[in-house]
């Protein structure tokens, strides 16, 4: 058994029952307008949240402000908490916005030539934010540090010169949805703004809040909980291991105009401990593919491959974004004809209303469109790390090696310079939240993470280490391709799929700097240049086999982690055998 470690918490929403909506929505509104009043005052000493003497936002800014609208001081707190969380991931990203304001140059802006508009230059972004490379470990936030450098670039095609402070690109940060935090309360039993009530036997809690009358006034009595709300199955798992924390109030609103409010239910349980790293046996690497979205392979300490390669091939997933993709752009053509349709008549005009109206529809429909494809990005990035994780855990490795987000490769497959930078954002963007999303379950699942270069990784052989052609197809005449879904190596005739090539030589790289780490303490990350040991031997047929090949709907491990359900299906195939393919449906 692992011992008991750190602490994580995680939040389940839980929409609050009808009869209560009307009320929710009252206060949070109200609580908005306070939060928003408090940021506003507040922005200008953005600086001074950089810092933190405590954990609780409420008490830096309870120090530095009273309430604009006082109706109750728990309330307030629970108010402050949330304008000082705005403002200290703007204090942060402020931070960062530091890094990026000396490499801010002309050259990031292409001028306007003829009949093309001034516009961004892809490359110098992209040399810039190589530059800050050596500052970020796994590049995890170089998609941060990108949006800064957008956002400054558009600063700069508005107004003709980059911004001199954040605070001059940066809008001040108002909410537009409404959100309490119950953690500036003092807890379900005592509190004075919410009450709430666990019953673990009856698999439900009994919830209560404070909220102001149709007049706006607030009530200084206090009701025992009366809303009982039903927990769900992983909340109540969560629950016998882990201790609830304050829950937060939210609202949802729809692109359509609907508005709900749900309660986030937050539980801290305990992580299990990580294993040292000298006693990891078996390192799990895994590749962006050519063709799929991740291939992952694992091999032990010696370099011997231990499984054959699985593929997690999102052929249908790409479908479905590009089909919203396109049907984005038709609509965004739409509205344009019908501005133009608009704009043939004077402001004022009756004639105005009809194209008007349209509109209001068009870009809500376009909203929709955009949510839904962002939803299935992070889906798709929730999948693939589960089942990364997955995979270590059945092949019993405690390392997971992948390629650095930095390289961020630019190879697409559309054919217009917009097509491909199209392509590298969005990837840029599964990649980001693939990181994110695997960090942090690794975290909770107890596995290792280690980031390698990715320099190298697929044109070199992994059975002899030298470089090697990659070719259209596995036939002996086919021509070579650099960017070709097949590796064939002519000093030892190793020969194998691209992309399982690749996550041998991530896995051998992450075993390189396992091995480093534990035998010299050196931190540096091994290049497929400098890394010792190549895979010379296959014996992975009984590890295969342990993969069970019929996993049960919807629930990847015995319900610990769980497949979003809003993917349908995903394929999992492995080149060596049709026996280990694997159909996972959500
Ligand atoms: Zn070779």
Redesign the pocket.
């Known amino acids: 058994m692992r011992a008991k470690r750190a602490t994580q918490s995680l939040s389940y929403p839980i929409r609050l029952a009808d009869e209560v909506q009307e009320d929710a929505l009252r206060l949070l509104d109200a609580s908005r307008e306070v939060i928003n009043a408090t940021v506003v005052a507040l922005w200008d000493r953005l600086d001074e949240f950089g810092e933190r003497e405590t954990k609780y936002a409420y008490k830096q800014v309870t120090a530095m402000i009273g309430s604009s609208d006082p109706h109750g001081d728990r309330q307030w707190r629970c108010e402050a908490e949330q304008a000082g969380r705005i403002l200290r991931g703007q204090a942060e990203r402020k931070k960062q916005f530091a890094l990026i304001l000396p490499l801010l140059e002309q050259g990031m802006i292409l001028p306007k030539i003829e009949k093309k508009p001034a516009r961004k230059n892809r490359k110098a972004i992209k040399a810039a934010l190589a530059c800050l490379r050596e500052e970020y470990s796994d590049g995890g936030s170089t998609v941060e540090l990108q949006s800064l450098i957008e956002q400054a670039c558009n600063f700069y095609l508005t107004h003709g010169c980059f911004p001199d402070t954040y605070e001059a690109m940066q809008a001040i940060p108002v909410l537009k949805v409404g959100i309490l935090p119950y953690a500036g309360d003092d807890g379900g039993e005592k509190g004075q703004a919410y009450r709430l009530r666990i019953d673990l036997e009856g698999q439900c809690c009994y919830f209560a809040f404070r909220v102001p009358d149709q007049t706006g006034s607030w009530p200084a009595s206090w009701t025992e909980p009366q809303l009982r709300l039903l927990l769900p199955p992983p909340v109540v798992e969560h629950l016998t291991q882990g201790a609830v924390l304050a829950p937060t109030l939210r609202e949802i609103a729809e692109p359509d105009g609907t508005r709900y409010a749900v309660l986030d239910f937050i539980i801290e349980f305990p992580v299990p401990e990580l294993p040292e790293r000298g006693q990891v046996q078996r390192v799990l690497g895994w590749d962006w593919g050519v063709r799929t979205l991740v291939t992952a392979t694992v091999v032990d300490l010696s370099g011997n491959r231990l499984a054959p390669p699985l593929f997690l091939d999102t052929g249908g997933f790409d479908g479905r974004q590009a089909h919203t993709r396109g049907q984005i752009d038709r609509l965004k053509k739409k509205v344009a004809k019908l501005e133009a349709r608009r704009d043939q008549f004077p402001v004022g005009d009756p004639r105005r209303e009809p194209s008007a109206r349209k509109l209001v529809t068009l870009r809500r429909e376009i909203a929709r469109c955009w949510r839904k494809y962002e939803a299935r990005n992070n889906d798709l990035a929730h999948l693939a790390s589960n089942i990364l994780i997955l995979l270590a855990t059945v092949w019993e490795a405690d390392l997971i090696a992948g390629e650095s987000l930095k390289s961020l490769k630019s190879e697409g497959r559309g054919k217009s310079a917009r097509g491909r930078w199209v392509r590298w954002r969005t990837n840029s963007q599964i990649r980001g939240a693939l990181w994110r999303c695997l960090r942090y379950k690794c975290h909770l699942a107890g596995v290792h993470l280690a980031w390698q270069h990715p320099r190298g990784t697929t044109h070199t052989?992994?059975?002899?280490?030298?470089p090697?052609q990659t070719y259209a197809s596995p036939a002996l005449e086919a021509p070579a391709l650099d960017a070709g879904a097949w590796l064939r190596?002519f000093?030892?005739?190793?020969n194998g799929a691209r992309d399982y090539a690749a996550a041998i030589n991530i896995a051998l790289l992450g075993v390189a700097f396992l091995k480093q780490d534990y035998e010299t303490g050196r931190h540096a990350r091994p290049t497929m240049k400098t890394k010792p040991l190549n895979s010379e031997s296959y014996i992975g047929s009984g590890l295969a086999l342990r993969l069970s090949p019929t996993p049960s709907r919807g629930c990847l491990d015995g319900g610990k982690m769980f497949v979003n359900g809003w993917i349908k299906s995903v394929t999992l195939h492995s080149a060596l055998s049709q026996e280990t393919m694997l159909r996972l449906c959500g």
């Open positions: 052989c992994p059975q002899c280490g030298k090697a190596c000093e030892c005739g190793w």
